[in-house]
């Protein structure tokens, strides 16, 4: 419990020390989201997928994806 704790302060010390960072990339990912979803409409149905669940669920991965690779300036 005590290194989920550190853990817990880290991140904390992190978000405070780097807060426009970490609010331009929040700001970025739903910009892309709403992209994502108002450009796959305009182009067809079809180019995203079926569903929205479709679309959902690969922009997820695609923002799991980004935070792994774009994760090595906090350490």
């Given at each position: 419990m005590?290194s989920?704790?550190?853990e817990?302060?880290?991140?904390?010390?992190?978000?405070?020390r780097?807060?426009?960072?970490?609010?331009?990339?929040f700001?970025?990912?739903?910009?892309?989201?709403m992209a994502?979803?108002?450009g796959?409409?305009?182009?067809?149905?079809?180019v995203l997928?079926?569903?929205?669940?479709?679309?959902?669920v690969?922009?997820v991965l695609?923002s799991?994806?980004q935070?792994t690779?774009?994760n090595?300036r906090?350490?």
């Amino acid at each position: 419990m005590t290194s989920f704790k550190a853990e817990l302060w880290r991140q904390f010390y992190l978000y405070k020390r780097y807060a426009f960072n970490y609010i331009s990339d929040f700001f970025l990912l739903i910009l892309m989201f709403m992209a994502i979803f108002w450009g796959g409409s305009l182009v067809g149905g079809g180019v995203l997928g079926k569903s929205l669940n479709a679309l959902v669920v690969g922009y997820v991965l695609w923002s799991l994806i980004q935070n792994t690779n774009g994760n090595h300036r906090n350490e």
